[in-house]
């Protein structure tokens, strides 16, 4: 129960939700608070109606769904931290969360963490698309988060602690990182040679010397496979660039 865990049920979770085809339109605001308290800051912030007028100050918040344009006004005013805005019409395999966020440090735009579920659990892996840095005199600051879409409506933080480890970058000719591996590996890529097609890790001037076991040993430890088993993918000894202008001279050293 919500009141001895803190963490909403399904149902709980479901009497706030909007409809599949809404959320399907583009941005739009989802409310979860769900216990009655003296509290309308959402309604006086949402400038177009779209937060129903309150009867009682006790009242919880109501959203016509219809009217909400997700300008996510309302974000930094919950006291509660209880809003945030979903956007499914981001692509056809991923949608834009906009939460609330009061940590320090803010995480840097384009980064990498694991996205947590209402228990704090790890869901996915998540992009950090925009950060607005609160300010005076809430200081709340909102960050855009690039989730699967699947998880949309179950991802509401994410773990900054990971940073460092998505971040770490596996093939330095391409600046390839270890989220982005790990984020290939989940869209079912589960080669070297197929990572390399499509990242271009371990096609610089070093031809994989150093990234092609790191992505093998991630491939083996996420997919279970044996890296004896797995197929070696093709490549070359190492190149060193050089500029054209010194293959024209012929046998002049100039």
Known sequence: MLIKTGVPTK??????????????????????????????????????????EFKDINDRPEIDF???????????KCPGLAIFIIDESYSDEEALIQIPYEFLPLPEKGTYATGLDREGKPVSRVKVMKVVEGKYPNKTSIVTLKVPKEYSMDIRSFNIEDYYSYNTMICRCEGVTLGEIRELIRQGYKTVDEIKRISRAGMGPCQGRTCRQLIMQEIARITGQNIADMPMSTFRPPTKPINLGLLTGGEDDE
């Open 66 to 76: 219809d009217k909400c344009i997700g300008c996510g006004q309302c974000i930094t």
């Open 11 to 52: 149902e709980d979770i479901d009497g706030i939700t909007p409809s599949k085809e809404r959320r399907a339109k583009g941005p739009v605001a989802v409310i979860e608070c769900y216990q009655k308290i003296p509290c309308n800051p959402c309604y006086t912030a949402c400038k177009i109606g779209a937060i129903k």
